[in-house]
């Protein structure tokens, strides 16, 4: 990875509060939250659902727009400050340096165009690469997601793929241009068992693969205890507590963190 | 993909069927009235009265009736008209079919430019002043009857401000064949475009404005987003991509319902020679067999082009390919 | 336990009100109603007006006549303003109660036959609109509840209906019906009937009408209520009359405006063919039709 990680943390989000103004209230959905991330870290960011982890991935994205939210503190990106900065910069730094992956895989591809299509998209907004080089691209990546039959895979419609294989379609996506941070919000939760166990060995893989630090937003201990280092735990807007996965499974010191521990199938 | 395709063409041909029985039915078989009295005109003479009846079979069951009728129309194409000293009615609608053709089909062009232009512009700027204007406009645009629009633009082009400047150009009423000469034809048919575009722009500027603004709220289009795209080829290429879909199967069939005859009241107003003015004419003077023959046609018109528009779905909508 | 007859409070009370209540907060739709509650009042008003305001009858060609403006006798028709002065042209807007918005062709007051025709084409096409709602709600229910061949059946005919163009579906209707007195059994409907434009309108636009209505209606077979209903014993035509209905009438509800805008369109559409309302009766139609040349 870059230098820059020894002298700044890879993401360093400080005093973060999101807020949403219905009728001439403010309605606080994040506050305060603080926390950093390392190079090839995998940081799990756990509550239940209300609890603010999507809106704060759509804020580390930048996807936040809506007339009548407010958003404040600082988000410093290898020491660059993020929030705040002109849409075309920070679009440059989507899909390339921080990229993300969704929860439902079915939906979040563009239904008219082929997964090979999308993919190739990403390559070419990024970098300059000719229709041939983006596709022999999508295909490795394809290939190296454990896609079976790239080639002809990529010549697919979202929706002739199942669901675990849209899902490693939608990981070779967002890995398409080696992002440095993967958001990965919710990724096995649409998905079956089985499969779900495949995903998150892949992910996984890829930080030594690609080298990637990686957010991983879930409701799931389970998930969080086979493959996060760190884990935050949200509650109701606020980190009630933060720690590596071993302690905080260990001994945990919130009531809600034992709360939700205690409500995972033995 | 073969599949659905012949699927469909059964279907057509069934609701071919279907249709050619219905107009048969509400020309021939509507209770307490002599078929033959409608045939032959206003104060027929007793003996064409017979001929009508012998030659449309009006003496014999109504299957056979519709036998006889359909083979005058689609086989041996001699259905004549009785109040137009038999004129044969199949060939006068095949020359009127190309200036309804061409009056559609430029509307067609303006409509569907200015409503897409119209509608991703207010769907860009959704909630602004801008947004408003444009489907304000729009519903004004869908509330005017084209034959209002067109006899007060004919007023003022051809009437009140003919002789001035910004008008002089504009020709008589009528209509000029293509190959005659293109500038003439374009000089005489490009305000009845604009006359009959203006509802087409007004509804389908907010159809696909109301799609657009629906298919924001999709996860592709977030996913879209997070990959870094510049926002117009969010909303160009994943959105309106995604909504033309509707917009597509919709213009199908308005232009078909257009061609088949919803263009009557515009080629009325601007005296324009098409299939509807015929048709028109054939009501003044009471001219059965022309009417019936039009509105056979012009339905046989719109189901299949309305066949073409699922075949064209089966290619816009990868979907819809496999669900069969 | 079903010996329930009285329906009305139970089943609509909460959705109208709120209705209600949600139309007087929105500014614009109540000052559309307004405009559309005066325009139907002036047209509920028009022998009035003719009769004691106008003072004319809007009904017989006046070319001859004169009127009084300004205590002087002014021709109806006045000469062309062409340099030769050839022909006569009608009066122009007078700003007098008489011909106020000046004369049509054959000298009548078009003010007055603005109204007259307002009263035709507002009663075409909110009868127009209440009839297609009737018919389609009737088809779509059967369809949607009954299902199977029923459904089939009905929905092809729709299919069928709804391929043939809006306009020449009415105008093959209208000539067949005006070109002779229609007979249906005893009863004779003559051919300036209103009644004829509105059932040929109200006809057209059934298969329009009638999808929405199925597609709820199917939805709503499998709702628990009716399931639950039907476990109870309920006969049919009950579930029909007391779950499926008043479900339903929102559908049609929010269809009758737009069906009632399609209707006027069409009603003059079909005036302006002259296969509407017929001579001497005026309707919006007709009116636009007078303009002409």
């Known amino acids: 990875m870059s230098t820059d990680t020894h002298s700044h943390p890879l993401l360093d989000v400080r005093d973060l509060c999101i807020s949403f103004t219905s009728r001439g209230q403010s309605i606080p959905i994040v506050e305060n939250m603080s926390f950093s991330m390392a190079g090839r870290e995998i940081l799990g960011l756990v509550g239940e659902s209300g609890s603010g982890k999507s809106v704060t991935a759509m804020a580390l994205m930048g996807l936040i727009d809506a007339p009548g939210v407010t958003i404040t503190g600082s988000v410093r990106f290898k020491g660059q400050e993020i929030l705040g900065l002109p849409a075309r910069e920070f679009r440059a730094l989507r899909g390339r340096e921080i990229a993300m992956i969704f929860q439902d895989p079915m939906t979040a591809f563009t239904p008219v165009y082929t997964i090979g299509w999308q993919i190739d998209e990403q390559l070419r907004v990024h970098n300059k690469f000719s229709r041939k080089q983006a596709r022999t691209r999508t295909i490795e990546l394809l290939a190296e997601m454990g896609v079976p039959d790239p080639a002809n895979t990529a010549n697919r419609y979202p929706h002739q793929l199942s669901g675990g294989l849209r899902q490693r379609a939608m990981i070779a996506m967002a890995l398409s241009c080696n992002p440095s941070v993967l958001i990965a919000d919710e990724p096995t939760t649409a998905l079956d068992v089985t499969v779900q166990a495949q995903i998150l060995d892949l992910m996984r893989k890829l930080r030594t693969t690609h080298g990637s630090s990686i957010l991983l937003i879930t409701h799931d201990m389970g998930v969080v205890a086979e493959t996060c280092d760190r884990t935050l735990v949200l509650y109701s807007g606020r980190v009630a507590e933060e720690g590596t996965t071993q302690d905080l499974f260990a001994h945990p010191q919130h009531p809600y963190t034992a709360a939700l521990l205690a409500s995972i199938p033995p | ?324 | 336990m079903m010996t329930k007859p009285s329906d009305t409070p139970r089943t609509s009370a909460g959705p109208w009100q709120s209705a209600l209540r949600s139309l007087l907060r929105n500014r614009s739709a109540l000052a559309s109603l307004a405009v559309l509650g005066l325009i139907v009042l002036a047209c509920l008003c028009a022998p009035f007006y003719a009769r004691h305001i106008a003072h004319v009858d809007p009904f017989v060609s006046n070319v001859a006549g004169t009127i009084m403006l300004d205590g002087q006798e002014t021709d109806i028709m006045q000469p062309n303003d062409n340099p030769l002065h050839l022909g006569l042209s009608p009066i122009g807007p007078t700003g007098h109660t008489t011909y106020l918005l000046g004369a049509d062709s054959q000298g009548r007051d078009i003010m007055a036959r603005l109204l007259y025709g307002g009263r035709n084409s507002l009663l075409i096409s909110f009868s127009a609109a209440v009839l297609c709602l009737i018919m389609a709600g009737a088809v779509g229910i059967v369809a949607g509840f009954f299902g199977g061949i029923t459904d089939m059946v009905l929905c092809r005919l729709m299919d069928i209906m709804w391929a043939v163009p809006v306009y020449l579906f009415a105008i093959s209707l209208s000539i067949v019906t005006i070109t002779s007195n229609l007979r249906i059994g005893p009863f004779v409907i003559e051919a300036d009937n209103l009644l004829i434009p509105i059932v040929i309108i109200a006809l057209v636009y059934v298969p329009y009408a009638a999808r929405p209505v199925r597609g709820r209606v199917i939805a709503l077979r499998q709702a628990e209520f009716v399931t639950a209903a039907r476990c109870l014993g309920v006969p049919r035509w009950r579930i029909v009359l007391h779950d499926i209905l008043p479900n339903v009438s929102t559908t049609l509800v929010v269809m009758g405006p737009l069906l009632m805008a399609m209707a006027l369109l069409a009603e003059s559409a079909l005036s302006f063919l002259s296969i509407g309302v017929q001579a001497p009766a005026a309707s919006w139609g007709t009116i636009i039709l007078d303009g002409e040349g």
């Open chain 2, 1 to 324: 993909m073969i599949l659905p395709l012949l699927r469909r063409m059964g279907q057509t041909v069934f609701v071919l069927f279907g249709i050619s029985a219905l107009v048969f039915a509400v020309f021939f078989a509507t209770p307490g009235a002599d078929p033959t009295a409608r045939i032959a005109g206003r104060n027929a003479a007793p003996q064409t009265m017979e001929k009508v009846r012998k030659e449309y079979g009006f003496d014999r069951p109504l299957p056979v009736q519709y036998a006889i009728m359909m083979k005058k129309l689609f086989i041996t194409r001699d259905l004549a008209s009785y109040a137009n000293r038999g004129e044969l009615v199949v060939p006068e609608i095949m020359r009127a079919a190309p200036v309804t053709l061409s009056l559609v089909t430029g509307a067609a062009i303006i409509w569907v430019v200015l409503s897409i232009g119209m509608g991703v512009l207010a769907a860009a700027c959704k909630g602004s002043w801008i947004d408003r204007l444009l489907m304000m406009v729009g519903l004004i645009g869908i509330s005017i009857p084209v034959f209002w629009l067109g006899q007060v633009v004919n007023l003022i082009t051809q009437n009140r401000y003919h002789d001035t400047w910004l008008f002089s150009w504009v020709p008589g009423l009528g209509y000029v064949p293509f190959t005659q000469s293109p500038l003439a034809w374009f000089r005489a048919l490009v305000i009845p475009w604009c006359v009959l575009a203006v509802m087409f722009v007004g509804i389908y500027s907010r159809i696909l404005r109301a799609d657009l603004v629906a298919t924001m709220g999709e996860d592709f289009m977030r996913t879209a987003r997070a990959k870094g795209l510049s926002p117009s080829r969010v909303l160009l290429r994943h959105g309106l991509r995604t909504a033309l879909i509707t917009f597509v199967s919709l213009f199908g069939m308005d232009f078909a319902q257009l061609v088949g005859g919803g263009a009557l009241l515009t080629e009325v107003v601007f005296g324009l020679p098409g299939v509807g003015r015929l048709t028109y004419q054939a009501l003044n003077s009471l001219d059965l067999p022309l009417i019936m023959a039009t509105v056979m046609y012009s339905a046989v018109f719109v189901v299949l082009a309305n066949a073409v528009v699922d075949a064209a779905y089966l290619f816009l909508d990868p979907r819809v390919r496999d669900v069969h």
